[in-house]
């Protein structure tokens, strides 16, 4: 297939703010609380919100895949929007994931935009007969209605956003950036190569990628670890713009990837151990929602001790 790139025309210049200046930063990606009795926890929401606010993240972004948003019904994502919206909007950068049916994605992103968002993230939804042109019209009409600059979301689960459907999408001005949670540093650079700057890409692989994808001159990654310690995720970045490789390497060698090894024990643990994580820093990160599944008492214990050994807790308390 011949791919032709456009340069940005006036209306997505027009449409340019922190968010898409290439600016470099962590993005943090919050938990939604729910409580024993599976229910959205407002006042636990807005601690954890206030907690990420006095940090150096660029920007946080709810109703992610760490925020459970295929969980949420509208009404509590319309709570939480407002939330969000009230206490961030205008401090940090502000995002929502918007996906599901493609009419609750459309009503999400009317929220999102309600609430003062900078972006939303559109994820693609469930169908058992995915197509191309289906899903890239999905794409289209939902960053329509967002009225803002949208993320595509490349995932595990979903793949790889060919070349084929990114020439789709490439009239569609305000889908304009891509969160890389797939990791195929190949297919980043065929895109690179075939659409220049036409779709900024964001490290959606977070810390653990970061020194790789920043000498590719990606310089903005994601953070689900900085939920409870965003002080190691904004260091991160610190040793990676300064080239202290020697120092990324040690945060990733012995705070990190041990991190990500536990997140990995089990498949559910995702958002489970984000949430352990946080209970045992003193935090509010509430129970996960089915599918997903709580930590065993085992890898609890792992998990405490780890965050003692680190220093990301100041002794292993029972919790």
């Known amino acids: 297939m011949s791919l032709t790139w456009k340069p940005p025309t006036a209306k997505i210049q027009d449409m340019e703010n922190r968010l898409l200046d290439h600016f470099p930063g962590v993005i943090g990606f919050p938990v939604t609380p ?23 993240l660029a920007a946080l972004a709810f109703t992610g895949s760490n925020g459970e948003m295929q969980s949420l019904t509208l009404d509590e994502y319309a709570a939480l929007t407002a939330t969000a919206g009230e206490m961030v909007a205008g401090k940090k950068g502000l995002i929502f994931g918007v996906g599901q049916t493609f009419r609750t994605a459309q009503a999400q992103a009317r929220l999102a935009r309600e609430a003062g968002a900078d972006a939303v993230i559109i994820m693609a939804p469930y169908t058992p007969d995915m ?82 994808y920043w000498n590719h001159g990606v310089h903005t990654f994601t953070s689900g670890l900085a939920c409870f310690m965003p002080h190691v995720s904004t260091e991160l970045h610190d040793r990676c713009s300064a080239g202290d490789w020697d120092r990324a390497k040690q945060i990733l060698d012995e705070i990190v990837i041990p991190l990500y090894q536990m997140r990995n024990r089990r498949p559910g643990y995702k958002t489970s151990m984000i949430k352990r994580g ?41 919790v």
């Open 131 to 212: 197509n191309e042109p289906g899903l890239a019209d999905y794409y289209k009409a939902v960053a329509e209605t967002a009225e803002l600059p949208a993320f595509l979301y490349q995932t595990k689960w979903s793949g790889v956003i060919e070349l084929s459907m990114l020439e789709r999408l490439q009239d569609t001005e305000n889908i304009c950036m891509v969160k890389d949670e797939n990791g195929n540093m190949s297919h980043y650079l065929n895109v690179r190569v075939n659409f220049g700057d036409r779709f900024h890409w964001i490290n959606g692989m977070a810390e653990p990628f970061a020194p790789t």
């Open 278 to 318: 946080m209970t045992l820093a003193g935090l509010k990160g509430g129970r996960v929602r089915r599918p997903l599944i709580e930590m065993s008492p085992e890898d609890r214990d792992d998990l405490k001790e780890l965050m003692a050994r680190t220093g990301l807790i100041a002794e292993p308390v029972a």
């Open 34 to 56: 729910f409580s024993d009795a599976d229910e959205f926890d407002a006042a636990a929401f807005r601690e954890n919100i206030s907690f990420m606010l006095d940090t150096r």
